[in-house]
């Protein structure tokens, strides 16, 4: 088990209470002392800091999803190891899981409405390479106003990779991840029509439908589109969220497209505008962020020229 008095040797977080436990671990409200900032903390269980390689491998998954910028996505903003067992840790929700909103019975007030947002943050990862391939009900966050946080991307391809480590989520998992199939953003797209199901009718629907029943009669003129969504051959479903979001009506290019993390030249952007927001035009400056705007340059065009040179020899040779 983990120590909370482990957690003051280094990044000081306070634990305040336990939301949820499943085979990843304990999900906690934390604080992390130093900036007093509210956050979550998901402490990961002691069998992946015991197999060798599984670590690695999340990290890599974290480092993908901390890339990405989006404010329907959770940022992730520390992981490591206090004590005996790893962690990670993302920005608090606005709002509360969507396990604990829906009931056997019920899903939420405004379903489409609430859908469209989750379409919109699962996309949004799709245009930068991030596929989330575990989507269910305790990682997509719901608040008053019926905006949508996503979080814990990329976890399933730790769990393909080390069966033992982690939960699958049986009843939103698609077919081919039950075994060696391949999988795309079409998976998401079968898990995004369960989770559709369950925000309308609640989860005594979902299960049934997910156990291969009809689907209910007053879906209309949405059940064509959720039976192509949970068709079991992939190639046949939507290609992606936002391709299923254009059968829908709606125009995915409208949508805003958030920075990537890894940008030199749009984080020095961000401080040209920053410094000149706060009224700092004068020319020391301009000088400082004009020297490190040539030196991103001149780095660049060093690594370019390194390529250009490699395979001119590889071409020689």
């Known amino acids: 088990m983990y120590n909370k008095a482990d957690y003051g040797k280094t990044e000081t977080y306070e634990l305040s209470g336990t939301l949820s436990a499943d085979g990843w671990g304990e999900l906690h409200h934390a604080r992390y002392l130093p900036h007093q900032r509210q956050l979550l ?113 990329g976890l399933w391809y730790v769990t393909r990779e080390y069966p033992g480590i982690g939960e699958e989520n049986g009843l939103f998992m698609a077919p081919e991840q039950r075994g060696a199939g391949r999988v795309s953003a079409a998976t998401d797209v079968y898990s995004l029509a369960l989770v559709f199901i369950s925000l309308k009718y609640g989860m005594e629907v979902t299960q049934e439908v997910a156990g291969g029943a009809a689907l209910p009669e007053d879906l209309g003129d949405l059940k064509p589109v959720v039976t192509r969504c949970l068709d079991k051959q992939p190639l046949a479903r939507y290609r992606s969220a936002g391709e299923l979001a254009a059968e829908l009506g709606l125009n995915p290019a409208d949508w805003t497209r958030e920075e990537f993390r890894d940008c030199p030249i749009c984080s020095l952007r961000d401080e040209i505008m920053n410094k000149r927001s706060q009224g700092s035009d004068s020319p020391a400056v301009e000088q400082e962020v004009r020297g490190k705007l040539e030196t991103v340059i001149w780095i660049t065009v060093g690594v370019m020229a390194a390529v250009v040179a490699v395979l001119w020899l590889l071409a020689v040779w």
């Not at 998901?42 to 890599?60: D, F, Q």
């Not at 939420?108 to 799709?126: C, G, Q, T």
């Open 41 to 153: 903390v998901r402490i990961l269980t002691e069998k992946l800091s015991a197999v060798a390689g599984a670590w690695e491998l999340l990290r890599g998954e974290l480092r993908a999803w901390a890339r990405v910028k989006h404010s329907g996505i959770l940022q992730v903003l520390d992981w490591g190891k206090i004590g005996e067992r790893y962690y990670f840790a993302t920005e608090m929700p606005d709002g509360d899981a969507l396990e604990t909103l829906i009931t056997w019975d019920k899903g939420v007030d405004y379903p489409e409405h609430v859908f469209i947002n989750i379409l919109k943050s699962v996309e949004a990862a799709r245009n930068w390479g991030v596929l989330h391939l575990g989507l269910n009900l305790n990682n997509i966050w719901l608040s008053e106003q019926g905006g949508i946080q996503v979080g814990e991307y």
